[in-house]
């Protein structure tokens, strides 16, 4: 079955860097659709980024600068590398992917949670001051 599994999170300091990792199995890695969310509790989960089967990535407004999304197919990972780091960064980071819907490949951009299919079990930011 489809699993992914995040690594990556923990404490850092403002103003710094990281690299979120989310490692896939159990489906044809490259050719699903693949995102990445976030949240804070007490609030919705928030859309930071998008990544299709070709490349082809989309960010939310709010992380456009800062936030870069990539993914190794030979690795079956995808990545989310944060520069920049602010307090408001703290939050759960999840990936989620989605199969592909015509073609065989991922190619119309996602950003509602409700148009992926599998989660991660998501990993813990902390940004201190």
């Known amino acids: 079955q489809v699993q992914l599994v995040e690594s990556g999170g923990g404490s850092v300091k403002a103003g710094g860097s990281l690299i979120l990792s989310c490692t896939g199995s159990?489906?044809?890695?490259?050719?699903?659709?693949m995102g990445w969310f976030r949240h804070v509790p007490g609030q919705e989960r928030e859309f930071l980024s998008f990544i299709g089967s070709t490349g082809t990535t989309t960010y939310a407004d709010s992380v456009k600068g800062r936030f870069t999304i990539s993914k190794d197919n030979d690795k079956n990972t995808l990545y989310l590398q944060i520069d920049s780091l602010k307090s408001a960064d703290t939050a759960i980071y999840y990936c989620?992917?989605?199969?592909?819907?015509?073609?065989?490949?991922?190619?119309?951009?996602?950003?509602?949670?409700?148009?992926?299919?599998?989660w991660g079990q998501g990993t813990q930011v902390t940004v201190s001051s």
């Open positions: 159990g489906y044809t890695f490259s050719r699903y659709c």
């Open positions: 989620a992917a989605d199969p592909p819907r015509l073609g065989g490949w991922c190619s119309a951009p996602r950003s509602d949670q409700t148009e992926y299919q599998y």
